[in-house]
């Protein structure tokens, strides 16, 4: 424990910490600007909602029930020869008349805002802690400070594991300082523009969790850099070979082998966060645009995310120990 004291305050005295943490909420103002500019697009379409109605229904002219069948007929048959009776043509909506709620644009409900954003700014928070716990260890390795470090404390694995631990703990606070922000932010953005901003306790919970699961991963993601940084040595080796991941497995391999989907860090990261998700895919040989060609849709769940990426990081610092214990230090 005094040891990982020691490692938290030189990390906070170093300048990466700071830079991160201003970066989070950078990023956090350029979303909640975002959902900001989503509100004034809402106001302004329903502003133009009754005209483009009133055009529309002047030039609406009611369906034949001859057409109304034949639809009907398609979508018995397309569901008899699929078997799945989900199919829907959507009859019924294609033949009525059109209606003022057609033209009024509506805002994602503050739960749906809270779970898109906390959803989609975990990866830049991920890779700021991976940032700050690769930087940490790698400066050692390029000053050479570690060597001398050893000559006080000679004991390579409490040293590891302090170092690797002070990385972990270090991301807390940019991510929990990002995560209010964006608590405070979306209902300030509601409220600005008079929409409804409430919440029920049951949201709540459910954005707390999300947000309890976000600060979790962050401290995997600064633990992970720190340990990778033992391996590489190099905090551009390590954002490297992050960046190298994300353009081949997630980009090029994800295209050529779609069935590894469920294995991806990113896929396991959105599961873990939102308490599972799930991944479409596409039939190979699509005869009949309606009726072969639909969507298969996998789930992804809460365990799989959480053991795959507790896997990667045990495998990732157990790595890094037998590196950093039996290989030479200047």
């Not at 055009?55 to 109304?68: F, I, N, R, T, V």
């Not at 398609?74 to 043509?89: K, L, N, V, Y």
């Not at 050893?150 to 390579?156: A, E, G, H, S």
């Not at 964006?182 to 029920?200: E, K, N, Q, S, Y």
């Amino acid at each position: 424990m005094r040891l990982l004291k020691v490692e938290l305050r030189r990390l906070f005295s170093r300048r990466v910490v700071w830079l991160a943490l201003v970066a989070a909420v950078l990023v956090v103002v350029a979303a909640l600007f975002g959902v900001h500019q989503q509100a004034v697009w809402v106001k302004e379409a329903n502003a133009q909602a009754q005209e483009m109605y009133e055009e529309a229904l002047e030039y609406w002219e009611p369906p034949s029930q001859a057409d109304l069948d034949a639809c009907r007929a398609d979508e018995a048959q397309a569901r008899q020869q699929s078997g799945d009776a989900r199919i829907d043509f959507g009859c019924e909506e294609m033949f009525r008349a059109p209606q003022l709620s057609d033209f009024m644009g509506q805002m994602p409900s503050m739960l749906q805002q809270y779970q898109d954003l906390l959803g989609g700014l975990v990866h830049p928070f991920l890779f700021l802690a991976l940032a700050i716990g690769s930087t940490h260890v790698a400066a050692e390795f390029a000053h050479r400070t570690l060597g001398s470090w050893l000559t006080f404390v000679p004991r390579r694995v409490p040293v590891f594991a302090s170092k690797v631990g002070a990385a972990a703990v270090a991301a807390v606070p940019m991510v929990t300082a990002a995560l209010a922000l964006i608590l405070l932010g979306v209902p300030a953005v509601f409220r600005l523009h008079g929409m409804d901003d409430g919440l029920t306790g049951d949201g709540w919970t459910q954005v707390a969790w999300m947000a309890v699961r976000i600060v979790g991963l962050a401290m995997i993601a600064g633990a992970l850099g720190a340990a990778a940084a033992f391996i590489l040595r190099h905090s551009g080796a390590v954002i490297g070979l992050m960046v190298g991941y994300l353009v081949l497995a997630e980009g090029l391999l994800l295209g050529l082998l779609p069935r590894l989907t469920p294995w991806l860090l990113s896929i396991n990261i959105d599961a873990f966060v939102r308490h599972g998700t799930e991944w479409t895919e596409w039939p190979q040989n699509c005869d009949d645009v309606t009726v072969m060609c639909r969507e298969i849709v996998h789930q992804v769940s809460f365990t799989q995310g959480a053991l795959v990426l507790l896997g990667v990081l045990l495998v990732v610092v157990a790595l890094a120990l037998v590196r950093f214990v039996r290989a030479d230090v200047d």
